[in-house]
């Protein structure tokens, strides 16, 4: 039956999201290591469910570049260098650039503050902010992870171009990855961690654009600074 099928199709590509969701959490809470290799039947057994959906997740994570496919082996968890951390900060500051450039250009996303949904939105992604900066002053690695990605999600979602928000996450999420990996080695990272976000949002409520500038360059200078001491040892 027609209804059937689409029903399933619908399950299907639910569970393929959910799989590619779960995974994703491991890989940045660090524990799915750099080079870790796992086959689609050991995920579907992991999960209790069928190997399509899996198979289907894993080729997602593939594309976003948090796993290699190992040719008629499985699937690694992709080990990021130095240089391609490097790569994704400036990547992101040509990026969040853009976003200043628009705004001095008068891009319309924050231009009605006034406006309640508007007002309501830049409210949650304060909230989030402040919930990055207390995960970063604790040293809680995972919490920060999460609470830092929608920050970013849902403040580039303001500027009302959901390409860019899209490209952003999903670069953030590869640098977040990459980070991971090395902000595991060590055993207190109070102190270590950026957290700048809620002067940020200020930053950019008030149209100071140098401000804004000024504190994402900190940030960026910041990140690679960290990794490239912790990749040395």
């Known amino acids: 039956m027609p209804g059937s099928s689409g029903t399933g199709a619908v399950t299907r590509s639910t569970l393929r999201q959910q799989i590619a969701d779960a995974l994703r959490d491991e890989v940045l809470a660090g524990r799915l290591q750099p080079g870790r290799a796992f086959t689609v039947k050991e995920i579907a057994d992991q999960y209790g469910v069928s190997a399509t959906p899996v198979r289907e997740a894993l080729v997602d994570l593939s594309a976003q570049g948090l796993l290699e496919a190992d040719q008629h082996r499985g699937f690694r968890v992709h080990a990021?260098?130095?240089?391609?951390?490097?790569?994704?900060?400036?990547?992101?500051?040509?990026?969040?650039?853009?976003m200043f450039l628009a705004l001095e250009d008068g891009h319309p996303g924050l231009e009605h503050l006034d406006?309640?949904?508007?007002?309501?939105a830049v409210a949650g992604v304060r909230r989030r902010g402040e919930e990055a900066q207390r995960a970063a002053s604790a040293g809680d690695l995972t919490v920060l992870v999460g609470y830092d990605l929608r920050f970013w999600r849902e403040l580039s979602a303001l500027f009302g171009n959901p390409y860019l928000a899209d490209f952003l996450h999903r670069l953030r999420v590869q640098s977040w990855v990459c980070t991971v990996q090395h902000l595991r080695r060590p055993t207190d990272l109070r102190g270590h961690l950026w957290a700048g976000h809620t002067e940020l949002v200020d930053a950019l409520m008030a149209k100071d654009i140098p401000a804004a500038r000024s504190i994402l360059t900190a940030y960026h200078a910041h990140s690679a600074e960290l990794v490239e001491r912790l990749a040395a040892g």
């Open 115 to 120: 406006d309640p949904r508007t007002a309501a």
């Open 80 to 98: 990021y260098s130095v240089a391609d951390h490097r790569g994704m900060v400036e990547a992101r500051s040509l990026v969040t650039d853009g």
